[in-house]
C-alpha cells in the first residue's frame, strides 16, 4: 500500500458511449485505487491527494470521443483537481503537505504521455515535478481545482484573441456558465462593458452579482433562438459590440453578427447548442456542423477568430507562460475572485454530472475524492 495513504478509489470510463449520457449511464463506474507505489514511479514525480475536482462539461463531451483529445478507454476522468502533496520524488522540488494545483495540460485526460491516465476523479494523482503549482493562498481547493480550465480558455478568448480594451462593449453568450463567468470576470477586470446572455432568466439575475452591465435573455418561451440584435443595438447607442465571445454557436451565431459592431471581433470559443459535432463512440466525422453567413462577415468587415486554448498553447508554449503569470499575478492581487462550485460528494459524481450537463446552476461544481 505504500507508507503514505490509505486505499482509495477512482472513476473508470470503460469505454466511449454513444453521446455523453449513455457513457454516464451504462459505462463509468468507481474502481478500487491503491495508493501509487513510491518504487514504481520516477525520482521526478510527485503524489497527490486530491482534495477536490472539477467536473467539466469537457468531462462528459470527452466521455463520448466527441472531444478533441480522446484518451482511450479505459480511462479516469476528471481534467482539473487540487490537493495535498503525499510523496515526492528525490528529485522533484515540492514537499509533501504542500498545497497544489495538478495542471491539466500536463496530467489527466486532456494531456499527452505517462501521466494522462491520472485523472482528477480519484483518490490519487501521479503528476510529474513541473505538472503540481503551488496553490494560491486566497484560493480555496474548490477554487484552485477550477480555475485553469476557465481562466485560461477566458484569458485566451477575452485578451489574447478579442484583445478587449477598456471602454469596449463585449457580448458573452452562456455567461452563467463556468467559462463564460470566468469571461465576464475578466472583461470587468478590464473596464469594459459587459452584456451577458443566457437561457435561463433566474441565472441571469444572478449575473447581475458579478458587475455585468445587462443581461439579454437569448431564447424565448419556445426554447428558440431568439431575436435579440435590436435589444443590443439599443444597449449600444446603434452601434452593436466590439466583441462577441461565442462559446454557443448555432443559430446564436448568426444572430450575434447582427449584434456586431463594423469591424467587430467575433470570437469562437465553442458550440455547447451543438455539442455532437462527432458520430460518439469516439468516431470522427461532422454531422452537426456549425454554419455562419460569409455575407455578414463580408459586409460587416468582422474578424472572425477560432480560439482553442489548448491547442494554441501546445503550438506556442509561450502564450501559456504569460496567461499563467498574468492570472496568477491578478489572484494574488485580489483583482480575480473565482466563485465558490457547488460541492457534490464523490459518491454522487454522476449527479454531478449529470447536473453540470443540464447547467443547473450558476458556475461549475467539484467532487472531494478525499474529505
Given at each position: 500500500?505504500?507508507?503514505?495513504?490509505?486505499?482509495?478509489?477512482?472513476?473508470?470510463?470503460?469505454?466511449?458511449?454513444?453521446?455523453?449520457?449513455?457513457?454516464?449511464?451504462?459505462?463509468?463506474?468507481?474502481?478500487?485505487?491503491?495508493?501509487?507505489?513510491?518504487?514504481?514511479?520516477?525520482?521526478?514525480?510527485?503524489?497527490?491527494?486530491?482534495?477536490?475536482?472539477?467536473?467539466?462539461?469537457?468531462?462528459?463531451?470527452?466521455?463520448?470521443?466527441?472531444?478533441?483529445?480522446?484518451?482511450?478507454?479505459?480511462?479516469?476522468?476528471?481534467?482539473?483537481?487540487?490537493?495535498?502533496?503525499?510523496?515526492?520524488?528525490?528529485?522533484?522540488?515540492?514537499?509533501?503537505?504542500?498545497?497544489?494545483?495538478?495542471?491539466?495540460?500536463?496530467?489527466?485526460?486532456?494531456?499527452?504521455?505517462?501521466?494522462?491516465?491520472?485523472g482528477g476523479f480519484a483518490s490519487y494523482v501521479v503528476a510529474p515535478n513541473d505538472g503540481v503549482i503551488a496553490l494560491p493562498s486566497r484560493l480555496s481547493f474548490d477554487q484552485a481545482a477550477s480555475?485553469?480550465?476557465?481562466?485560461?480558455?477566458?484569458?485566451?478568448?477575452?485578451?489574447?484573441?478579442?484583445?478587449?480594451?477598456?471602454?469596449?462593449?463585449?457580448?458573452?453568450?452562456?455567461?452563467?456558465?463556468?467559462?463564460?463567468?470566468?469571461?465576464?470576470?475578466?472583461?470587468?477586470?478590464?473596464?469594459?462593458?459587459?452584456?451577458?446572455?443566457?437561457?435561463?432568466?433566474?441565472?441571469?439575475?444572478?449575473?447581475?452579482?458579478?458587475?455585468?452591465?445587462?443581461?439579454?435573455?437569448?431564447?424565448?418561451?419556445?426554447?428558440?433562438?431568439?431575436?435579440?440584435?435590436?435589444?443590443?443595438?439599443?444597449?449600444?447607442?446603434?452601434?452593436?459590440?466590439?466583441?462577441?465571445?461565442?462559446?454557443?454557436?448555432?443559430?446564436?451565431?448568426?444572430?450575434?453578427?447582427?449584434?456586431?459592431?463594423?469591424?467587430?471581433?467575433?470570437?469562437?470559443?465553442?458550440?455547447?447548442?451543438?455539442?455532437?459535432?462527432?458520430?460518439?463512440?469516439?468516431?470522427?466525422?461532422?454531422?452537426?456542423?456549425?454554419?455562419?453567413?460569409?455575407?455578414?462577415?463580408?459586409?460587416?468587415?468582422?474578424?472572425?477568430?477560432?480560439?482553442?486554448?489548448?491547442?494554441?498553447?501546445?503550438?506556442?508554449?509561450?502564450?501559456?507562460?504569460?496567461?499563467?503569470?498574468?492570472?496568477?499575478?491578478?489572484?494574488?492581487?485580489?483583482?480575480?475572485?473565482?466563485?465558490?462550485?457547488?460541492?457534490?460528494?464523490?459518491?454522487?459524481?454522476?449527479?454531478?454530472?449529470?447536473?453540470?450537463?443540464?447547467?443547473?446552476?450558476?458556475?461549475?461544481?467539484?467532487?472531494?475524492?478525499?474529505?
Open positions: 500500500m505504500g507508507a503514505y495513504g490509505k486505499i482509495g478509489k477512482k472513476v473508470v470510463v470503460s469505454e466511449f458511449g454513444e453521446t455523453p449520457l449513455e457513457a454516464l449511464d451504462r459505462f463509468l463506474s468507481f474502481e478500487t485505487q491503491l495508493p501509487p507505489e513510491p518504487e514504481t514511479l520516477r525520482p521526478t514525480d510527485v503524489v497527490v491527494v486530491v482534495k477536490s475536482a472539477a467536473v467539466g462539461w469537457v468531462d462528459l463531451l470527452m466521455s463520448s470521443g466527441q472531444y478533441q483529445h480522446m484518451p482511450k478507454p479505459p480511462y479516469t476522468p476528471g481534467l482539473e483537481s487540487a490537493g495535498v502533496v503525499a510523496w515526492v520524488g528525490p528529485e522533484a522540488n515540492h514537499a509533501v503537505g504542500d498545497k497544489v494545483i495538478v495542471d491539466g495540460f500536463l496530467v489527466g485526460p486532456r494531456s499527452k504521455g505517462a501521466y494522462q491516465q491520472y480555475f485553469l480550465g476557465n481562466y485560461e480558455t477566458a484569458y485566451h478568448c477575452v485578451i489574447a484573441r478579442g484583445q478587449l480594451r477598456a471602454g469596449e462593449t463585449i457580448l458573452i453568450h452562456g455567461a452563467s456558465g463556468s467559462t463564460g463567468l470566468a469571461a465576464v470576470h475578466l472583461a470587468k477586470m478590464l473596464g469594459a462593458k459587459v452584456i451577458a446572455t443566457g437561457r435561463s432568466l433566474a441565472k441571469l439575475e444572478a449575473l447581475k452579482a458579478h458587475g455585468v452591465d445587462h443581461v439579454v435573455r437569448a431564447v424565448d418561451d419556445t426554447g428558440a433562438v431568439a431575436r435579440f440584435r435590436d435589444e443590443v443595438k439599443a444597449l449600444t447607442n446603434g452601434k452593436g459590440v466590439d466583441v462577441v465571445y461565442d462559446s454557443v454557436g448555432g443559430d446564436i451565431s448568426v444572430e450575434s453578427m447582427h449584434c456586431a459592431a463594423f469591424d467587430a471581433r467575433f470570437v469562437i470559443v465553442g458550440w455547447a447548442s451543438t455539442p455532437f459535432v462527432a458520430k460518439g463512440k469516439g468516431q470522427r466525422g461532422a454531422p452537426n456542423v456549425n454554419m455562419i453567413p460569409t455575407n455578414l462577415i463580408m459586409m460587416k468587415s468582422l474578424r472572425v477568430l477560432g480560439s482553442p486554448a489548448v491547442i494554441s498553447a501546445h503550438q506556442n508554449p509561450q502564450l501559456r507562460a504569460t496567461r499563467l503569470r498574468d492570472l496568477f499575478n491578478w489572484v494574488d492581487e485580489g483583482k480575480l475572485v473565482p466563485v465558490s462550485p457547488e460541492v457534490f460528494a464523490f459518491d454522487d459524481i454522476k449527479e454531478a454530472l449529470r447536473a453540470k450537463w443540464e447547467s443547473r446552476f450558476l458556475g461549475g461544481c467539484v467532487v472531494h475524492p478525499i474529505d
